[in-house]
């Protein structure tokens, strides 16, 4: 039988997740520019998963892995780093 790497197999599923509710706001005129910040890995599946529209909203992309750090922290290291436009 095949091995199956779940936690591999829940980051394509929460990038497709994503994509989606993305791709939906962008048709309803929710943003006019997205930054897309993510570990590079899940990063490129999320690209993958957008269409033309949202795509065409993406100012920058930022392949990090923030996800250690507490609200307050990412704000900051955002905005010290001039990572947000």
């Known amino acids: 039988t095949p091995r199956v790497d779940w936690h591999r197999f829940e980051k394509h599923r929460f990038a497709a997740s994503m994509a989606d509710v993305l791709n939906k706001a ?12 993510a570990p590079p890995e899940p990063l490129g599946g999320l690209r993958a998963k957008l269409d033309a ?12 892995d923030f996800t ?12 010290s780093d001039d990572l947000i436009l």
């Open 68 to 79: 250690h750090l507490a609200e307050h922290e990412l704000r900051g290291r955002l905005e």
């Open 26 to 37: 962008a048709k309803r005129n929710a943003f006019d520019r997205l930054v897309l910040v």
């Open 53 to 64: 529209t949202t795509r065409g909203c993406v100012v920058k992309e930022i392949g990090k």
